[in-house]
Each structure stands twice: as structure tokens, then as C-alpha cells.
């Protein structure tokens, strides 16, 4: 029982960790991030078998993090910006080609961070969704409008696939376990911005020192 409500999705809880993440100097706290996404692949594997290519990914990035900060350069990887400073001033990320980091924390921060795009674009069609819009269709727009540009063809083809099995937006609205319809639309207006501030701390860190092609 303790362990299936453990796996139930549900919005509230994920809009937590979002929160907790950003301290008061809006830095950002690795372990919070990775609680959110891991929240996010309750959903995911809630969804069904074509979502598991999907969820296999989330769920290695996030431990490939959860690894660095449990190792003994952990303080290092408390926060989004130490973890670049302390990866920079070592020299432990491949900035031009893959080579001898291929995870480093850098680059695989920098495949939740376009994940997060492709999030807050999504729950914003879903947040302003009409009753009979179709998941699907928000979904696929606001992956072409982000994520796709940095995937492959196949990846491509496999999530369009996978949208295509997205339950409908009453069904879904259930799915994320927060109430009525009208107080999923209330938590998404809160989750939208929230999203949006981390991703805009992000987007502008790795802008600043050049990290926002790492292979
Ligand atoms: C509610 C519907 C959920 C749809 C999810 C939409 C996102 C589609 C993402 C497709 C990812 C396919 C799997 C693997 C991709 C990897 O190649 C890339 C690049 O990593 P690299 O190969 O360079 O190591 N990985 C990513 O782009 C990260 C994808 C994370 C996706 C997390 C989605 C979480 C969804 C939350 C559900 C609300």
C-alpha cells in the first residue's frame, strides 16, 4: 500500500521540488531538481508502455546526478552553479566532443534542463487547454517547439508515437491527482512560472560560460 502510493503521480508533489530547489540567492539545489523529475517519471511510467524509452532516460540522467552528489565530490554538486564551477575549473566536461566525460554533470543537467523547455511549454497548452483539446496535439507542438530540435530522427518518430497513446485531456487532468479540473488548471498556474524561473537561472548560467551545445 505505502509502496503504490509512493508511485502514484501527482502535481502537487512535483511543484514541491521545483520550490525547494531555488534557494535565496536563486541558486539551485541539484537533489530538489532530481526529486522533481523523479516525480515527473511517476507520470511517465503511469502512461504506459511507449513511454518507457521515454522514462528509461529520465531515470538515468537523474541517477547519473544522484551518483555525483552521493560520491566524495558531493558538496561540489549541491548546486546547479557549484557543480559548473567545480566541473569547469577541473576540467571534467567535454566542451567540444564526447571524449573522456560523456556524463559528465554539465551535459546531462543540460538534457533535463531542455526536458524542462519542452515541460513548461507543454503544462502552459495544458493550463490554457480547452475541454475537448487534445493532449496529443499540445504535447506534440510544444516537443517540435523544443526537445526535437536536439533529438534524432528516430527519437522523433518514436515520441511522436508514443503522444499519439496520451490519455485525453479529463483523463489526463486525473492522472495528476490534484482534484477538479479547476484546481489542476489553479496548481498549473502556479507550476508554470515557477518552472519558467528555474529554467530562465539554468539557461543563463550555461549561457554565460558556453555550455548550451555540450555534446
Ligand atoms: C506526458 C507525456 C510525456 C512526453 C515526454 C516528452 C519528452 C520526449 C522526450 C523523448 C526522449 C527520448 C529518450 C532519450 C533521449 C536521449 O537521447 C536524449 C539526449 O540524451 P543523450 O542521448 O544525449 O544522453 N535525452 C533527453 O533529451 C532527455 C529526455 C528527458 C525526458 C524527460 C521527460 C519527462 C516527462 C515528464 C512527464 C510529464
Known amino acids: 500500500?505505502?509502496?503504490?502510493?509512493?508511485?502514484?503521480?501527482?502535481?502537487?508533489?512535483?511543484?514541491?521540488?521545483?520550490?525547494?530547489?531555488?534557494?535565496?540567492?536563486?541558486?539551485?539545489?541539484?537533489?530538489?531538481?532530481?526529486?522533481?523529475?523523479?516525480?515527473?517519471?511517476?507520470?511517465?511510467?503511469?502512461?504506459?508502455?511507449?513511454?518507457?524509452?521515454?522514462?528509461?532516460?529520465?531515470?538515468?540522467k537523474t541517477q547519473i546526478l544522484m551518483n555525483f552528489l552521493k560520491s566524495e565530490n558531493g558538496p561540489h554538486y549541491a548546486t546547479v552553479q557549484s557543480m559548473v564551477k567545480f566541473e569547469l575549473d577541473n576540467k571534467l566536461v567535454d566542451v567540444d566532443k564526447k571524449g573522456i566525460y560523456p556524463e559528465s554533470g554539465c551535459r546531462t543537467l543540460l538534457r533535463l534542463h531542455r526536458a524542462l523547455r519542452?515541460?513548461?511549454?507543454?503544462?502552459?497548452?495544458?493550463?490554457?487547454?480547452?475541454?475537448?483539446?487534445?493532449?496529443?496535439?499540445?504535447?506534440?507542438?510544444?516537443?517540435?517547439?523544443?526537445?526535437?530540435?536536439?533529438?534524432?530522427?528516430?527519437?522523433?518518430?518514436?515520441?511522436?508515437?508514443?503522444?499519439?497513446?496520451?490519455?485525453?485531456?479529463?483523463?489526463f487532468f486525473e492522472v495528476m491527482n490534484v482534484g477538479t479540473p479547476e484546481q489542476v488548471v489553479d496548481v498549473l498556474g502556479k507550476a508554470v512560472p515557477l518552472l519558467c524561473e528555474v529554467y530562465q537561472i539554468t539557461e543563463e548560467l550555461y549561457q554565460k560560460h558556453n555550455l548550451l551545445d555540450l555534446p
Open 118 to 171: 519542452w515541460l513548461q511549454l507543454f503544462l502552459e497548452r495544458l493550463r490554457t487547454s480547452k475541454e475537448d483539446d487534445k493532449t496529443s496535439v499540445m504535447c506534440r507542438d510544444a516537443y517540435n517547439e523544443s526537445l526535437a530540435q536536439h533529438h534524432p530522427w528516430l527519437i522523433r518518430k518514436s515520441a511522436g508515437m508514443a503522444f499519439y497513446s496520451l490519455p485525453v485531456r479529463p483523463a
Open 1 to 60: 500500500m505505502a509502496d503504490s502510493e509512493n508511485q502514484k503521480f501527482c502535481l502537487q508533489e512535483v511543484l514541491e521540488s521545483f520550490k525547494s530547489c531555488l534557494s535565496p540567492e536563486k541558486e539551485i539545489y541539484i537533489e530538489h531538481y532530481v526529486s522533481g523529475w523523479k516525480g515527473l517519471v511517476k507520470l511517465l511510467n503511469s502512461l504506459g508502455s511507449l513511454f518507457g524509452f521515454i522514462s528509461k532516460d529520465a531515470v538515468s
